[in-house]
């Protein structure tokens, strides 16, 4: 073949793998911090999920450690953390030592030479202090270099970070957790997700971005139960004979995984039920019927896993993690804009809202207003035709001398004090008659205050008292008359008042 082609052809791609750099080192929608700084068309495979489900177990066996080795490194990788405590606190990156030392490699350039199994464990306790202690600590790799015996001779070219899990970091590590997630995720071209077979449901429930959606990406990602034989349903089959292959165990799984999903996928490449470490010893060991029959069914899919990582076609899972990058980049992108029109949508009926209360108030007031103005008319109309009683002397000399006349004819004490009495009377009957209309009107009118209106009660005008009815002289007669009408003026003098006041603006309202 010509030369230049193939060169050509080798390296068609290239184009493509630059887009996709640029495109990455400016993907800030998915709020993803990236940088790489070398970039390189190896594959990387993440491995994600909570603790205590086998994932270190499951990263070591895929880079070639050996069987009987597993449990013990594995206690060492958990830097003195008890089970059922997370222990990978940051990411984590297992290599091949050249020696029989572990070697420990931070981001900060700190490096542990030639350690034991019990020194890289304590390095790896006082890791997690730092983490916690720091808070942001780098996002970086953690090295851990496994001393080469123990691998097996088969060489493995695969390259995992082993990611620290949400679900089960504590609260002084999530913000860490969530960047080192944020960080890896996108720059992965497969992603295994690891969890107890038991909770199968646990697939269907994440919550973070670039893995939430996983089955629409089945080529990116791999579905990993571990524990697989411990489900009793599954047992029963394989003693029934219903599980007698791999395809088998696998075709189970993933038919319950879509009943789960309420989807119809094709799983038969995508999920790997397995047992493996120490649940798969203690099943060598207390059962070996169900082990002698599972044994070669567990060991074909674990090396097909391994020949699944091994062989994929890092080309095509490079642009397809892209695409899924872009799908849910736009879908975020969406999803901010629903947002947004969302609160511009409640901002505008609040509004709206606001604003018919508003003008609901505002005819509401111009009513009242309208109500208050009529009423105030009626009342000074009212007020108005309201005649308060003259209090002008000369008046009240004219209304007395109007019921007390001076006479020569009768000059009698009989008839000043007759006189005193009808003037008294005469003037309590018009009073009390004006003070009734007054309350009758009010009420019809709604006007308060008037309900309580009554004159005060006065002592009568003094009588002239006199043994003898006549007047023998004129001089007598002159006093005693112009005393009862000195009597009689304060008397409507005060009555004239004590009316007034009643009537008045403070007493009407």
């Known amino acids: 073949m010509n030369p230049t082609f193939t060169k050509f052809h080798q390296n068609r791609l ?30 990387l495979i993440s491995v994600y999920g909570p603790t205590q489900v086998g994932k270190t177990t499951v990263i070591l066996y895929l880079l ?67 983490v916690e202690q720091e808070g942001a600590y780098s996002v970086e790799p953690v090295t851990v270099e496994i001393p080469f015996y123990f691998f097996e001779e088969r060489d493995v070219h695969i390259n995992i970070v082993d990611l620290p899990g949400i679900e089960s970091a504590e609260l002084k590590e999530v913000e860490h957790v969530k960047q080192c997630i944020k960080h890896w995720l996108p720059l992965s071209e497969v992603c295994l997700l690891v969890d107890d077979a ?66 119809d996928l094709d799983l038969s490449k995508t999920i790997y ?31 097909n896993l391994q020949e699944d990582l091994e062989n994929v076609e890092v080309n095509e899972l490079s642009f397809n993690r892209l695409m899924g990058l872009y799908k849910e980049a736009e879908e975020a992108s969406k999803q901010e ?22 003008e609901q108030e505002q005819e509401a007031d111009v009513q009242q207003y309208e109500h208050i103005r009529k009423e105030l008319d ?15 002397p000369d008046a009240i000399m004219h209304r007395i001398h109007q019921n007390i006349r001076y006479t020569d004819s009768d000059r009698k004490a009989s008839a000043i004090n007759e006189a005193a009495s009808k003037l008294q009377l005469g003037l309590e009957k018009e009073l009390d008659a004006k003070l009734r209309a007054i309350k009758q009107e009010a009420s019809i009118l709604k006007i308060s205050g008037t309900h309580q209106l009554e004159l005060p009660y ?20 002159k ?31």
């Open 64 to 130: 070639g450690i050996k069987q009987d080795k597993l449990e013990q490194l594995s206690t060492w990788l958990r830097g003195r953390r008890k089970l059922g405590e997370s222990s990978t606190v940051t990411v984590m990156r297992y290599e091949r030592s050249q020696d029989e030392y572990f070697h420990l490699r931070l981001p900060n350039h700190y490096e542990r030479v030639g350690l034991t199994g019990e020194q890289l464990e304590a390095e790896l306790h006082s890791l997690r202090f730092n």
């Open 479 to 509: 006093k005693a008359f112009y005393e009862t009408t000195d009597y009689a003026f304060d008397w409507v003098n005060v009555m004239y008042q004590n009316f007034n006041h009643l009537i008045s603006p403070s007493i009407i309202k």
């Open 198 to 263: 038991t909770q199968l449901t646990a697939f269907t429930q994440y919550t973070l971005k670039g893995i939430k959606n996983w089955y629409e990406q089945l080529s990116n990602f791999r579905v990993i139960p571990t524990r697989a034989l411990s489900l009793d349903n599954i047992r029963r089959k394989i003693q029934n004979g219903l599980i007698v292959s791999a395809d088998d165990l696998i075709a189970d799984y993933a038919k319950v995984l879509n009943r789960v999903l309420k989807m």
């Open 378 to 392: 009626l009342y000074q109309d009212f007020m108005n035709r309201i005649r308060f009683q003259d209090v002008n």
């Open 273 to 303: 039920p397995i047992d493996l470490g120490n649940s798969w010893n203690v099943i060598r060991e207390k059962e070996p019927f169900l082990y002698e029959k599972m044994k070669y069914i567990i060991a074909e899919i674990l090396e």
């Open 14 to 43: 290239e184009w493509a793998f630059q887009a996709k750099k640029e495109f990455i080192d400016h993907f800030v929608r998915l709020d993803v911090e990236i940088s790489e700084s070398t970039y390189s068309k190896e594959l």
């Open 337 to 358: 804009l629903e947002q947004q029109q969302d609160k511009i949508d409640k901002y505008k009926k609040f509004i709206e809202r606001q604003t018919f209360m508003f």
């Open 458 to 477: 006065l002592y009568p005008i003094p009588k002239v008292e006199k043994m003898f009815d006549a007047f023998r002289f004129e001089k007598t007669y």
